[in-house]
């Protein structure tokens, strides 16, 4: 007997038995369909939330003053040159941008409000994803030439000026004992909302001024972190390396451990491993279920194997070797434990596509999966088909034949 | 010569008793035979029947079917020997119930590895010889007794065995399928195919040639049919 043929009688016997067989291949269908759902779903859930990071920026590395050096001085923080050299030099980074901040207020001729005051540059638009609703936000040009200009939000605006339409206003900064007056070029939205704090009027609002008119106003004006985003995420590790050994360089304080790169989104890390934990131990429930299957294949072949002594009898007699019966009873749990297989994979792949429906995340149907599902019901077949085949294939053929 | 038999003993061992079936039998069977053994049920023709069929092994001395010593193969060879030299019928027809006539008849082929196509040739041809060339795609329960029997008698024929072994072949049918049977027999006989029935009906094996009956797992008689007949003793 041949493969084929071993096929053949396998799927004669699976069709004359066809409730039973369906209620066998049940314990399958289950196993391998929550296996599929489960795997699924958590391959969705760390897309979805990869893709949630990757929105704010799974690609920032922080470049700080490391905090366990001793010996820090004022010469060693970042520059605004430094900004500049990183983006020339280093071809992985697509945005370097620096920070300076300080508590202030903001005058008009009677009005005042405690401000939060940034200084950065134009790339700081992208990362931070700023509204702009009236006007527009600080730009190379204004970084450049040192322009006096603000970027003030809305509720800061309607405070002063009642309105938001106030570009080309110009408002007094004050900064403990320094004051600048800058003119307003923009308007963002705030979204101090969203954090939750409420909308209390002590809540100082915010501005964002060049980095270059800093000296004028901050009285810290070391710049103690650069945020980089990186084209390629990829080598991250190693580009940070690049960008820390070039400022070193320049710094000329090499090897002196003073900076630090921090991924941005180290978290994303922890939460792919909290999610994969999640799934291989859901999924290892799954297979349980799968086993519990594979018993209920090895029950019904032994039952099979039983009932079908006198056949087996049969085949012996008219010349079936030992291996001829094997195989044909092997294939016939192989092939039950497939097409269980099968349709478990199609209801767990609906479960996932329903699943994803309702929560919507996109919960993809993987290669991966599908040869999982059919790896696992083969080797499921084999393994509980292998007792009952070999049961079958070493009846004795008088006894067999004698078998009512 | 196609059997040869030296000194043949068989010994079931239950443990507590030793059960000599079969008693240093000799017997030679030549080509074109046709053989009935009888004896009563005990007299160890049914365990002589198991091991000329190669489904049981003997306990002492030598079987050599078509010159091969048999008594020293492995079980695989003995599936070899049993697909391709030995053509069983039985009392209980035993054909497989969810295959057709022809698919049954072509069991035995496919165990040969023949292929496909030769194989459907083939089944159709030998049941054609037994007549059934009209019922080649009925399962068994559509087939009467004698029909089922006669597809069983195209099965054990398909892979041109050296021997035919039938075991009470018409013990479950009634006596005009008994005779259709017998006459096909005949004609296998007289075409050439050596064989050996067993049976306990004295008018069914009138239709043989020879007639071997065995007591207590002793050949107590072997003799010319038709010498019987004349001399009168029809009672066998």
Known sequence: MNITEGLESAFQSIKSNKLRSFLTMLGIIIGISSVITIVSIGDGAKQYITGQFADIGTHLVNLKMNSASENIEKRDYYTIDDVKLIKDKIPEVAQVIPSLGGIGSLKTENKSKRMYVSATNADAEKVDSVKIIKGRYINDHDVDTKKSVAVIDNKTAIKLFGDVDIVGERVKLNVQDKNIYVGIIGVFENTNDSLGLGDSENMPGS???????????LKNTDISILAVMLSDISHAD??????????????????????????????????????STLTMILGAIA?????????????????????????????????????????????????????????GTIIGISAGKLLSSIVHVDVPVSIKVILLAFGFSSAVGIFFGLYPASKAAKLDPIEALRYE | MIIKLENLVKVYDTGAIQLKALKEIDLSIEEKEYV???????????TLMNILGCLDKLTEGKYYLDEVDVSSLDDNSLAAIRNKKIGFVFQAFNLLPKLTAIANVELPMMYAGISKAERCERAKEA?????????????PNELSGGQKQRVAIAR?????????????????????????????????????????????????AMHTKRAIVFKDGHIISDNIVRDRIISGRLKL
């Open chain 1, 207 to 217: 501005m964002i001024i060049p980095i270059t008119i800093a000296d004028k106003i």
């Open chain 1, 238 to 275: 190693q580009t940070s390396k690049k960008i820390i050994r070039l400022i070193e360089n320049k710094h000329q304080n090499q090897n002196s451990n003073k900076y630090v790169a921090e991924q941005g989104f180290k978290e994303l890390d922890t939460v792919n491993k909290v999610l």
């Open chain 1, 287 to 343: 297979a349980i279920s799968l086993a519990v299957g594979g018993i209920g294949v090895m029950n019904i072949m032994l039952v099979s194997v039983t009932e079908r002594t006198r056949e087996i009898g049969i085949r012996k007699a008219i010349g079936a070797r030992t291996s001829d019966i094997r195989l044909q009873f092997l294939m016939e749990s192989i092939i039950l434990c497939l097409i269980g297989g099968a349709i």
């Open chain 2, 36 to 46: 009935a053994i009888m004896g009563a049920s005990g007299s160890g023709k049914s």
């Open chain 2, 127 to 139: 049941l054609g010889k037994v007549g059934l060339s009209d019922r080649m795609y009925h399962k």
């Open chain 2, 156 to 204: 054990a024929l398909v892979n041109k065995p050296a021997i035919i072994l039938a075991d009470e072949p018409t013990g479950n049918l009634d006596s005009s399928s008994s005779e259709e049977i017998m006459q096909i027999f005949q004609s296998l006989n007289e075409e050439g195919t050596t064989i050996v029935m067993v049976t306990h009906e004295s008018d069914i």
